[in-house]
């Protein structure tokens, strides 16, 4: 591989950071092969890798799909292979953030929207500019995106092709968190540690329960939750006697 994907690991955390800074990091062929080789390592290594973290070099995630490589033909590796490779994003076992700061436009959002949380910076600008183009979404828009924000926004976005800032995003639930850009690294690093100190089998269990069902009746709902359930976690005796040892301490 080059380098237009990077991939940063510390204490459970591997960030993958798209590396097209000249170019806005749009999203080519090439980077999403790098990045789709990068998901097929980090699905296989639950036990290091209890975190995924998606952002952006340079100024902006990304401006979005290439639209010189549309222009000139694109040469996937086989057929569907981006939306693929966002599918393969999203179905990671371990939880994933977004990390959105500046441009976010179209198949960067569908980019995105494959994260289970999305932080966005005050400088993040979310947009949906498929029309714009006469295009039509391919990598998962006219799904993710409603399940996230509701149809009407959706419509919203999708038929005006506007901007969303930042602050917005958070208001309409496209985004979970936002931050001034000064503090957008140290509110990441907070949240990730906040989400690796807890048990990463019941992270990847709750993924999974939360995905298997989406969509599915209440009552239908709860009889999978209470006969699929993943259960108890090897590490749960030790989390136990760690908070008795604390509790304890603390009234010695």
């Known amino acids: 591989m080059t380098d237009l994907v ?19 990091n749009s999203l080519n062929v090439e ?9 097929a390592a980090i699905e296989k290594d639950i036990d290091g890798v209890g975190l995924v973290v998606l952002r952006g070099a340079g100024k902006c ?20 292979f981006q939306a693929h490779t966002i599918e393969r994003l999203a179905n990671l076992p371990q ?37 714009k183009w006469s ?10 995106l409603p399940r996230r924000i509701g149809l009407p926004k959706t419509r919203e976005m999708m038929f005006t092709c506007r901007t969303v800032t ?37 992270n990847r269990a709750n993924k999974k329960l939360l995905a298997d069902t989406d969509g599915l009746p209440l009552g239908a709902g709860l009889a999978h939750e209470i006969v699929r359930s993943q259960g108890v976690g090897p590490d749960m005796q030790a989390r136990i006697a760690a908070f008795a040892n604390k509790t304890a301490k603390k009234q010695a």
């Open 166 to 202: 930042g602050e917005e995003a958070l208001a309409i639930g496209l985004a979970n968190i936002c931050v001034p850009d000064a503090e957008f690294d140290a509110a990441l690093a907070s949240l990730a540690q906040s989400i690796l100190a807890n048990s990463w089998f019941s």
């Open 61 to 80: 995630f990304s401006a979005g799909h290439d639209l010189g490589d549309i222009a000139h033909g694109e040469r996937p590796p086989r057929p569907n």
């Open 95 to 131: 939880p994933v953030i977004s990390a959105v700061h500046g441009h976010c436009y179209t198949g960067a959002l569908e980019l995105a929207l494959a994260g289970d949380i999305i932080v966005a910076a005050q400088s993040a600008k979310f947009a949906d500019t498929h029309a």
């Open 135 to 144: 295009l039509t979404p391919v990598w998962g828009m006219s799904q993710r």
């Open 31 to 39: 980077i999403f092969i790098e990045l789709d080789a990068h998901v």
């Open 6 to 24: 990077l991939r940063e690991d510390r204490d459970g955390l591997a960030t993958l950071t798209l590396n097209r800074p000249d170019k806005l």
